[in-house]
């Protein structure tokens, strides 16, 4: 593709960085500081889903949050269709909301019990003091065809629904302003199996329909294989590896990426890949180590792992790895 007819972002972040200060034990101390996210930087084009991947704690959820300006970034910028949200006011940002959504992780609690469902999916509408009552009300049944719920639901309590129904009523309510880009934070992650697969489709139809860029959050491979164009990896607050969903699995480079692979073990093409069996837990983002992050759990780690903290470097077209090792090409388990 040339240049000029290159898509442009519809999303960017450049080197965001999340700290959390912690409360000090007393005033004398420094308080910890929780490096949750540290120098993201990635584009999404319009229409497209870039699935985030790790375990729990690596920072997942603190990126798309600070992202939709949930929590505040340290450092870095945000761009949304070229609009940097750093340099907006409160005002500029109001529209800007409409354009931008979040679907949670926990459809349970996510929806207010003493509202009905009609009602949570008016609310964006009413806040944003969008259309008169009975426009609204069009809108709301119209979305609640969208996402597969009955006009004669619309009456029930958050209680009286199913898990699934339940993130049906969280994605109507997140369409209610028409949005271009949606932070998807886990959204079948507390859903069983038989029904992940009816949102996963649902999700997709969508996209499909409505043109809608997604950011994809989850810990589960299988999810991402389904649902992403793109991937990027996160380890302790960085991202380790970026490709397209095909380059990935066909061609896992980093240690990481591999030992969460080979908990899949098959890759998209049928091939069994090579096991890395993933020792201990996720360091402490207060004292995270020095050098490459990955080197207290990999098996590969060298002196230089421990002295230099490897930078994100494109290894082959478009896919990114921040390693000081070409561990697909030349190691061994
Ligand atoms: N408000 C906060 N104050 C202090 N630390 C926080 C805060 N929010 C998140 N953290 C810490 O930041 C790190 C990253 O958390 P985050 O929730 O972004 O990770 P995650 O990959 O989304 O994990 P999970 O899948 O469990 O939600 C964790 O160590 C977490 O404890």
């Not at 996510?110 to 509408?125: E, K, S």
């Not at 980093?254 to 360091?283: F, M, N, Q």
Request: some cysteine.
């Amino acid at each position: 593709m040339s240049e000029q007819s290159a898509p442009k972002p519809l999303i960017r972040i450049e080197d965001l960085s999340v700290h959390f200060k912690l409360k000090r034990d007393n005033w004398f101390a420094e308080p910890d500081v929780v490096h949750a996210v540290d120098g993201v930087s990635f584009d999404i084009q319009s229409g497209q889903t870039l699935g985030l991947v790790g375990e729990s704690g690596c920072g997942k959820t603190t990126t798309g949050r600070a992202l939709l300006g949930l929590v505040k970034s340290t450092t870095g910028h945000v761009l949304f269709d070229d609009t940097d949200l750093s340099t907006v006011s409160g005002e500029e940002m109001f529209p800007l909301r409409q354009r931008m959504q979040i679907i949670f992780q926990d459809p349970y609690s996510a929806l207010n019990p003493r509202q009905t469902a009609g009602d949570i999916v008016m609310d964006p509408l009413v806040v944003h003091n969008v259309g008169t009552p009975s426009a609204r009300k069009e809108r709301v049944e119209e979305l609640f065809a969208l996402v597969g719920l009955r006009k004669n639901q619309l009456s029930l309590y958050p209680h009286q629904f199913s898990g699934g129904q339940r993130q049906r009523i969280c994605i109507a309510r997140a369409l209610a302003l028409n949005p271009q880009f949606i932070v998807c934070d886990e959204p079948v992650s507390a859903l069983d199996v038989a029904i992940q697969a009816q949102i996963l489709n649902l999700l997709c139809k969508l996209q499909d329909e409505l043109n809608l860029t997604y950011l994809f959050i989850s810990h589960d491979l299988a999810v991402v294989q389904h649902m992403c164009d793109e991937i990027a990896v996160m380890y302790l607050g960085v991202i380790v590896e970026r490709a397209d969903r095909k380059s990935l699995f066909e061609n896992p480079r980093h240690p990481y990426t591999r030992a969460l692979l080979s908990a899949v073990l098959t890759s998209v093409s049928g091939e069994k890949i090579e096991r890395i069996r993933l020792e201990g837990d996720i360091p402490n983002p207060i004292n995270k180590p020095s050098g490459c992050r990955f080197r207290t759990r990999c098996p590969f780690a060298q002196q230089v792992c421990s002295e230099v903290e490897p930078v994100l470097e494109e290894k082959s077209p478009n896919h990114w790895e921040a390693c000081h090792f070409h561990t697909s090409l030349d190691v061994t388990a």
